[in-house]
Each structure stands twice: as C-alpha cells, then as structure tokens.
C-alpha cells in the first residue's frame, strides 16, 4: 500500500509564497501531481510531472513550479505570487502501475 503525506500548508498573505511537499512511500511511479479543492468547487490538476514533462494549469503558470527529488519519491510545489483565490485544500497524488494514490491534503489559505 503506498502512503502519500503532504506538508507546508499554511495561512499567507496575498503576493507571498509557500512550498507544498509530498511524501510518498515506494519509488517507480510514473505520474506525481497536486491538485486541489476550494471550498464549493470541484478538485482540480494544478500540476503533474511525469519523467522530464510537466503540466501547469493556465491559472498557476508562471506562479507555481512543481519539482521531483531524485530519489523520486518525493514532490514538491513552489508557490509565488499567491492570490486569495489560491486558498484551497491542496492534495498529492501519485501513479503506480496504472493506480493513482492520494494524500489527505494539507490547506493552504491566503488572505488579501
């Protein structure tokens, strides 16, 4: 069973930063992504890397970089420039043999 941990959420003001981190147990997994939830709304893919390729939704990019340890079994969310609409439960998740595993979330609320 692979266990995924989040950490570094937090509460910020609007324009600052904060590094999301996850933890997940094992090593080969093809896909590490976050995505997350704001309250009322449906959870979405902020960013995913898989091997070298990595995907930013249009409402991060340019704000958030996502990065991989070379163990490969941690991942990591740079956030800058974060704006209140940014507030939201933040989940990992990762890929193993075509099955996706997810954190419990770790929240991050920025006040304007």
């Known amino acids: 069973q692979v266990q995924v941990v989040e950490s570094g959420g937090d509460l910020v003001q609007a324009g600052g930063s904060l590094r999301l981190s996850c933890a997940a147990s094992g090593r080969g997994f093809t896909r590490m992504g976050w995505h997350r939830q704001a309250p009322g709304k449906q959870r979405e893919l902020v960013a995913r890397i898989a091997s070298a390729a990595t995907y930013y939704a249009d409402s991060v990019k340019g704000r958030f970089t996502i990065s991989r340890d070379n163990g490969d079994n941690m991942v990591y969310l740079q956030m800058n420039s974060l704006k209140p609409e940014d507030t939201a439960v933040y989940y990992c998740?990762?890929?193993?043999?075509?099955?996706?595993?997810w954190g419990r979330g770790t929240q991050v609320t920025v006040a304007s």
């Open positions: 998740a990762v890929t193993m043999l075509g099955r996706d595993y």
